[in-house]
């Protein structure tokens, strides 16, 4: 199993729709969480932090499952400036190595359309 | 500009050459991570340093690549005899201590082997 797990898409979105991707992570002990997203052929930048209760920034909504090791992001409203690639990202608790380094899903690669 | 700072930002280097990328981390932070992303993939982690320490380097190729952060300076990335197969974008990333912080990206070093 991979270690973070993301529908690649491509997800064809109308503008003003809500979508939602989901994540799923193998390491139980993962610590920390969060969405990155990635235009294409820059800088991965991160969006937001995915806390255990559940975390909301403007039309952006991230969900953590522990215990379904599962990490979701919602957005609400979406704009065309949305169009891009979403990492999920988990950190902490890698086995074996003992190193706390990110390790990043392959991405959703989300289009929105006029 | 408080950014990570990479460079450079393009490289072309023949068959054989070295390469060596530069990152300076985010001031204040002291955990430094390196990536590869080939075209149309995913990001690969490669190595996870603190100063003057490499923590975690299993994302390393065996031969050829190496990594330093030393107590000066920015870290480097050295890729030895370089194949057209190492032709990729390279990212650095930092991250704050207590290693389960966010981390923030460099725009990256477009390596190209000719």
């Known amino acids: 199993r991979k270690e973070v797990e993301q529908d690649p898409g491509p997800f064809n979105v109308p503008e003003g729709a809500t979508v939602a991707f989901n994540c799923t992570y193998s390491?139980?002990?993962?610590?920390?969480f969060f969405w990155y997203r990635q235009d294409c052929r820059k800088e991965p930048k991160l969006l937001m932090s995915?806390?255990?209760s559940g975390n909301e920034d403007g039309r952006f909504t991230a969900q953590l499952n522990r215990a379904s090791q599962y990490i979701s992001l919602l957005i609400r409203d979406s704009k065309l400036s949305d169009s891009a690639t979403y990492l999920c990202?988990?950190?902490?608790?890698?086995?074996?190595?003992?190193?706390?380094?990110?390790?990043f899903g392959k991405g959703t690669h989300l289009i929105i359309q006029p | 500009n408080a950014g990570v700072m990479q460079n450079p930002r393009h490289l072309v280097r023949r068959r054989g050459q070295e390469a060596r990328l530069r990152c300076s981390p985010m001031?204040?932070?002291?955990?430094v991570y390196w990536y590869r992303q080939l075209p149309e993939e995913g990001l690969k982690f490669m190595v996870y340093?603190?100063?003057?320490?490499?923590?975690?380097e299993s994302g390393m190729p065996k031969e050829r690549f190496s990594a330093e952060f030393p107590k000066e300076g920015p870290s480097i990335l050295r890729i030895q005899q370089v194949v057209r197969g190492d032709s990729a974008a390279y990212f650095c990333?930092?991250?704050?201590?207590?290693?389960?912080?966010?981390?923030?990206f460099g725009q990256g070093t477009r390596l190209t082997v000719v």
């Open positions: 390491n139980s002990a993962s610590q920390s």
């Open positions: 001031k204040g932070h002291s955990h």
């Open positions: 990333a930092s991250s704050g201590p207590g290693g389960l912080t966010e981390a923030f």
């Open positions: 995915v806390y255990s």
């Open positions: 340093l603190q100063k003057e320490n490499i923590i975690d």
């Open positions: 990202v988990v950190r902490g608790g890698r086995s074996g190595g003992g190193a706390d380094g990110l390790t």
